[in-house]
């Protein structure tokens, strides 16, 4: 398939306008589509994030640096700079060209305080470290460097590029490919999610943990006004149900995120409906905190501490992903 590769000139501005050109003449000699900035000689923050959007869409990326560091930003960060340090962090393919000798260029095309002469230095150093870095004298030797340089770097590391519409699958086919690419990684990762939870059941199955199947008793109390004395008051109470049970009961409720004193309520509150008894029921303190810890080490909650909305910290539990599938697996109404 015939493609374009779209490349981004990156470079200071006013004086490097003749090497500029170079550049882009050479990006177009080889086939090839040239990106800059040339409406934008003078940056700004708002320019620069509508040139990272520019540089994601481009494939090569080439640097060309002269006797200038460039405009600044806040922080004193060239805006040249920043594109590059961009461009590297997209992962695009860099090619970078740098004067051999900018003590050598004429006094308006090089830096001339101390600071910056200095942060130049720095740069070229960056520029130089880690990647191919051609060296140039005279405007006259870009054109040749920049084209063969291109050639090169297409052919060992090839890009996306662009092709003409009819050149490739229709709109409707590459949304269906699309389609069935998010159906495969969706599908890819609930089989994961299963092995997961197979896997973490079946280590609990071989500790000499209480399983799923195995039954938890559970004591707690509930109170009620005496009609004769007019007074309150509160009597034992006792369940008996798996801890299969006792999660698919809860694990729904944990799926908002309760604090601990609402995970309480909130167990007591289940508990009372599942064994329709008259009265609301509150849990022992001490079962509760069993069923806390024994869910964690089961792996199917969490509980950790974290910051409320009113400024405070409170213990809050949540369910993992095994808890998650768990739930589903039991929740879930089959046929």
């Known amino acids: 398939m015939d493609k374009k590769y779209q490349v981004f000139v990156s470079s200071t501005y006013i004086d490097l306008i003749d090497e500029r050109n170079q550049a882009s003449r050479a990006i177009l000699d080889t086939g090839c589509i040239p990106a800059g900035m040339e409406q934008f000689p003078a940056f700004d923050e708002?320019?620069?994030?509508?040139?990272?959007?520019?540089?994601d869409y481009c494939d090569y990326y080439v640097l060309i640096v002269g006797g200038r560091y460039g405009s600044m930003d806040e922080s004193g960060i060239s805006y040249t700079e920043k594109e590059f340090d961009y461009a590297v962090s997209k992962g695009i393919n860099i090619l970078a060209f740098v004067h051999s000798n900018p003590e050598s260029l004429a006094s308006e095309k090089k830096e001339t305080s101390k600071d910056t002469i200095e942060k130049l230095k720095t740069f070229r150093q960056k520029v130089s470290t880690g990647r191919m870095c051609k060296m140039w004298q005279d405007v006259s030797e870009l054109h040749g460097q920049i084209g063969i340089s291109?050639?090169?770097?297409?052919?060992?590391?090839?890009?996306?590029?662009?092709?003409?519409?009819?050149?490739?699958?229709?709109?409707?086919?590459?949304?269906?490919?699309?389609e069935q690419r998010k159906l495969n990684e969706l599908l890819r990762d609930e089989n994961n999610k299963l092995q997961q939870y197979k896997q973490h059941i079946t280590a609990i199955e071989t500790e000499s943990l209480a399983g799923l199947d195995?039954?938890?008793?559970?004591?707690?109390?509930?109170?009620?006004?005496?009609?004769?004395?007019?007074?309150?008051?509160?009597k034992d109470w006792e369940t008996i149900l798996t801890w299969g049970e006792l999660f698919a009961l809860i694990a729904p409720y944990i799926k908002n995120t309760p604090n601990d004193a609402s995970a309480e309520t909130m167990i007591g509150s289940v508990l009372t409906e599942y064994t329709n008894h008259s009265r609301s029921i509150s849990i022992k303190g001490q079962d509760f905190q069993t069923i806390k810890i024994h869910f964690e080490t089961l792996g199917l909650i969490k509980v950790a501490r974290a910051q409320t909305t009113s400024g405070g910290t409170s213990i809050f539990w949540n369910l993992t992903e095994v808890g998650k599938q768990l739930m589903i697996k039991l929740r879930s109404v089959k046929k």
């Open 46 to 55: 708002e320019q620069f994030n509508y040139i990272k959007r520019i540089i």
């Open 150 to 178: 291109l050639m090169k770097t297409i052919q060992e590391r090839p890009a996306i590029g662009w092709a003409r519409a009819n050149n490739v699958a229709g709109t409707d086919i590459l949304h269906e490919l699309n």
């Open 214 to 234: 195995d039954e938890i008793t559970i004591h707690g109390t509930y109170r009620y006004m005496d009609n004769y004395s007019k007074s309150w008051i509160t």
